[in-house]
């Protein structure tokens, strides 16, 4: 395995980078430019001389405490601070001198009287700066007695020594111990700054203060902490440090790679001791991140090693059977030789494959072109299907292309954010760090969202207008903003008749201007205050740069294409598409959705969002993989099933994802796996969906395997192997694997070589290569000869389909209405320490913070049905019925009910329904009509499903 | 697929080409049905309309009636 080289530079600069003119000044003889406003310490950085430092990082600003980094600047009295001290233009400026070098030693002498258990002067601890600084200012001894410490239980005399804290160890994955605190305030300045959660606060004065997370009385967990570990990172003096490092000791090398969780795809270093995986630290030179990540990226890892991970092939007669472990040869003959029977018997068209948002776009592409070029048929389909769909459709209407515009950087030039169907601090937790850093510099947010989310009001931040709409009804919502927006004449009617189709703008607008659209209208509808609703308009047009984010708020509904359209025409209508700080910008769930559109998942379109009717795009296809390709498009997900209940598709490849859980209305998923005869799963657990399977193919985790996965930014980041295979193959070799005993003939034996193939058929990623994303880092797409570095903006010159298209978007009221029977409307969402159907995080410590869903319910409506926080409720649709516990909340409005889907024993989409999307079949998991009542405990079908899950998970001991 | 299912999919369609402008709802609605259902979908379209159509909106019959046969 070759490790790779970091390629970039990783150095800590001391102090944040600044925007300004260029100031140049001598340091120790050098001569350096650099941008007005830097500090001394960063422009040192950057002629490459490293001023000594403790409570300076450049993620966050400098605040001058531990004065290590005192220099002398000709000209100016004493020895400032170097963090602290901005250049200026002819500034001469000495790091080292007799003088300063005394002081540093003096500064850290201190320090290490105070802090004896840090053993400054030994050498064990090399993770804790405040060592190296020690070795740095050339300390050796110490002169001074401590004359009190934190760092012992009981003094001397034996009597309990009142500056001693504990260990607070609450925390699952560090720990942090107050006996090493020296009060530098990084991990303080990192949580305001970085993260946006203002948990951590320095307690006490002097000699007694320590840094403390929330208020005296809490701990760790207890505080506000979502424990993203920017603290941890920041730490100098291992103060705060990582359990997995106390444990495997420190990492020997690092692997730049990327996380495998969100749409936000941040880059992270892998650090490794030998194998093992001991840290991932986030990655500066990460385009998305820039440095920062979530609890999940960084700490819950665990479950790549977790002990129910499957790592042999296992097969069985009948889903009744138990499993049995069996060779990867005799799984793979025995999964060939059923697809072969079964198209055969029931057809060409009979069988299709599942790609998975989880994988790289080397291995879903790999998997379209299995079913397209193997099984000749366009039986493909992904789960971006239950989540963006609507936005490929939508923004492809009316943009030409369902690229989100922007890249993560945008945000920091936006003046007013919209964040509908959304909830990023739980979701998109980087992102929303970003946009809250945003926000505190005085940009303005309008929300619209069912539920109080985090965003609408948390520490240093409010929500300008919070509209909090019936679930169901963001069309309406978003055409009365656009009919105040041109019935006020506040249209940015010059970009729209640069950019637009002026004809079609003009019926829009006739339309648009309808009173049946005014806020005053709709309001009895949507719930939201007319005049609430008018001002957040008035903003939204007039406000500067104006942006939109969202979610599957907005996708996983009725009308969910009709809403994207209508967001679309918003942006149109107020000219805020083509540059920074605008945009339209799609929150994407999982880490490669993006990704697995754009490698042709889609039944009805090739890689590249090319409709298989093109007799051209066919053309290319069929010449590279030497097949006829059909001309009409597959089955999607609910098709497929459809389908299968009928009795017409009988045999299912479904790599890395689990429609059992994820999909709506389980009780017809069940049913329409349990009428095939050939389910193969490709996971690293049994998941729900393998209670139903015949096959089980082993996966391999994102640590294990190369590839690409491109995030929500069409961001194509590099996955890199950290380690070998545990199961014994990369899922793309799987894959193969299985293709190849169907006749198809593939010798890939690197993905590079896949995404070659990729790059040669489709246009947007012509210029894509491994060798060009290592040296950049990553690439946004479309890269190609006309932007041969990418593309951070979308539109910038005319929209990709040429003329901007506005649509008209006309609300019609989902079928799925609240009325005597279900007078409550369930809306579903997700939590931060939790991922999708949580079979990773579930996995890991994560628990702590979410062991169950709950059910939130408004007091009103509790206290009507009797129901006090933490009872067991009963939740009832048309579809069927599950229970779970009760969260008694004002966060969801009266009428509103709200749960998350993380853990299959509540089985929430047992109420979902199988209402879709119009245009592309995503469900509508954000709006089914429920009934709530007290319950005793599990319904009969969460006991039925757990004993039919329990039977499906044996395995039988591996034969002789 | 359940009859009600195709039902409401296919009237879902309909009633978001009749919000549109023009008057090619029906053509519309069909080239949405060619290019995003499988043409066992609209087979079954067809076979149900052959049947009286219950239910079905008429711009969704119209739609149906412009649909290419499709071999299945
Ligand atoms: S882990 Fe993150 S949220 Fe928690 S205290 Fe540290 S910086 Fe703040
Ligand atoms: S889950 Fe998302 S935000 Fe968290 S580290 Fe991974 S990519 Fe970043
Ligand atoms: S690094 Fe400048 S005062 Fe601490």
Known sequence: ?960 | MSPEKMVHMANQIAAFFKSQPGADAAERVAAHLSDFWEPRMRAQLLAYIAEGGAGLDPVAIAAAQRLKPVAA
């Open chain 1, 1 to 960: 395995m070759k490790d790779f080289i970091i390629p970039w530079d990783d150095r800590d600069m001391g102090t944040p980078e600044r925007q300004g003119a260029p100031v140049t000044l001598s340091i120790d003889g050098f001569e350096v430019t650099v941008p007005e406003g830097t500090s001394v310490m960063r422009a040192a950085a950057e002629a490459g001389i490293e001023v000594p430092k403790l409570c300076a990082t450049d993620s966050v600003d400098a605040f001058g405490s531990c004065r290590l980094c005192l220099v002398e600047i000709e000209g100016r009295k004493g020895t400032p601070a170097s963090c602290t001290t901005p250049v200026a233009p002819g500034m001469v400026v000495h790091t080292q001198s007799e003088k300063v070098n005394r002081l540093r030693k003096g500064v850290m002498e201190l320090y290490a009287s105070d802090h004896p258990a840090i053993g400054l002067t030994d050498a064990a601890n090399g993770d804790s700066e405040l060592q190296k600084m020690a070795a740095r200012v050339g300390l050796r001894e110490v002169r001074y007695e401590p004359l009190a410490d934190h760092v012992h239980r009981r003094l001397a005399d034996g009597t309990a020594n009142p500056d001693w804290r504990p260990v607070d160890d609450s925390n699952p994955y560090f720990t942090y111990d107050p006996a090493k605190c020296i009060v530098c305030s990084l991990c303080v300045r990192a949580c305001d700054e970085v993260q946006g959660t203002f948990a951590l606060t320095i307690e006490g004065r002097g000699f007694d203060s320590r840094m403390s997370a929330g208020t005296g009385l809490d701990d760790y967990l207890s505080s506000d902490c979502v424990s993203c570990g920017a603290c941890v990172q920041v730490c100098p003096t291992g103060s705060l440090q990582e359990k997995s490092v106390a444990e495997m000791g420190l990492p020997e090398r690092s692997v730049i790679t990327t996380c495998a969780y969100c749409g936000v795809g941040c880059s992270f270093k892998a650090e490794l001791r030998g194998d093992e995986l001991v840290r991932m630290e986030p990655y500066k030179g990460g385009k998305a991140n820039r440095g920062h990540s979530c609890v999940k990226g960084r700490f819950a890892w665990g479950y790549a090693t977790h002990k129910d991970r499957i790592l042999s092939p296992m097969i069985r007669e009948t889903i009744n059977e138990p499993w049995r472990e069996v060779s990867w040869d005799e799984a793979i003959g025995f999964a060939t030789n059923r697809l072969k029977a079964i198209q055969e018997r029931y057809g060409r068209k009979s069988v299709g494959v599942i790609t998975s948002s989880r994988c790289t776009n080397e291995e879903t592409y790999l998997v379209q072109k299995l079913t397209r070029a193997v099984f000749m048929n366009n039986n493909t389909d992904t789960c971006a299907r239950v989540c963006h769909s609507p936005t490929g459709y939508g923004l492809g209407q009316t943009f030409g292309t369902s690229a989100g515009t922007q890249d993560f950087d945008s945000v920091e030039h936006t003046d007013v954010v919209i964040v509908i169907g959304a909830n990023p601090t739980d979701g998109h937790p980087v992102f929303a760090s970003r946009l809250k850093r945003r926000l505190r510099q005085g940009a303005q947010l309008i929300v619209i969202d069912p539920r109080r989310i985090d965003l609408v009001k948390s520490a240093h931040v409010r929500a300008a207008h919070h509209l909090q709409l019936r679930p169901g009804t963001n069309v309406a919502v978003v055409s009365a903003l656009a009919h105040v927006i041109v019935a006020e004449g506040l249209a940015n009617e010059a970009f729209i008749r640069e950019r637009c189709d002026w004809d079609e703008y003009l019926t829009y607008a006739e339309f648009i201007r309808d009173p049946r659209h005014s806020p005053e209208a709709t309001e009895a509808l949507t719930g939201v205050p007319a005049a609430e609703l008018r001002a957040a308009a008035r903003l939204f047009a007039k406000g500067g740069n104006g942006s939109i984010y969202y979610g599957l708020g907005v996708t996983e509904h009725s009308q969910g294409s009709t809403a994207v359209m209508g967001i679309a025409n918003l942006a149109m209508l107020t000219g805020n598409i083509g540059r920074e700080g605008v945009g339209v910008n799609p929150l994407r769930g999982q880490n490669n959705v993006q990704g697995s559109c754009d490698m042709g998942s889609f039944p009805h379109e090739l890689p590249g969002y090319r409709h298989v009717k093109n007799p051209d795009v066919r053309a290319i296809f069929e010449k590279a993989w030497g097949v006829a390709i059909d001309p009409e498009p597959g089955l999607r997900i609910p098709n497929m099933l459809d389908a299968a209940v009928d009795g017409s598709f009988k045999g299912l490849y479904c790599q890395g994802e689990d429609i059992l859980q994820s999909d709506p209305d389980t009780r017809h998923v069940a049913a329409g796996l349990a009428a095939m005869d050939c389910v193969i799963v490709h996971d690293l657990f049994l998941n729900e969906t393998a209670n139903y399977a015949h096959v089980f193919l082993p996966g391999s985790s994102f640590l294990e395997k190369n590839g690409t996965f491109t995030n929500a930014e069409r961001r194509i980041n590099m996955v890199r192997k950290v380690m070998a295979p545990k199961n014994g193959y990369e899922d793309w070799e799987v894959t193969q694997l299985l293709a190849n005993a169907l006749g198809a003939g593939w010798n890939y034996t690197h993905p590079s070589q896949i995404m070659d193939e990729i790059a040669a058929t489709t246009p947007s990623f012509a210029g894509v290569t491994y060798d060009l994303i290592d040296r950049m880092g990553s690439v946004q797409w479309p890269c190609n000869e006309k932007s041969p570095e990418g593309t951070p903006l979308m539109h910038v010159d005319g929209f990709v389909r040429g003329k901007g298209r506005f649509i008209v978007t006309e609300y019609l009221a989902t079928d799925e209405k609240a009325g005597p029977r279900f007078p409550l409307l369930l809306t579903t969402g997700r939590i931060l320490s939790q991922y999708n159907v949580g079979a990773q995080t579930r996995r890991t410590a994560n628990t702590v913070w979410h062991d169950q869903d709950l059910l939130e319910i408004h007091p009103h409506d509790a206290e009507n049905r009797g129901i006090k926080n933490g009872d067991w409720v009963r939740l009832a649709s048309r579809s069927g019925e599950t229970t779970l516990r009760a969260k008694v909340t004002d966060r969801v409005a009266p009428g509103v009910v709200y749960t998350t889907f993380h853990h299959p024993d509540t089985q929430a989409n047992v109420v979902t329904t199988d209402f879709s999307d119009w245009a592309t079949n995503c469900p509508e998991y954000k709006v089914t009509a429920v009934q709530v009542g007290r319950s005793n405990g599990p319904s009969d079908w969460q006991e039925d499903y757990a004993a039919q899950a329990a039977n499906s998970r044996r395995i039988l001991p591996a034969a002789e």
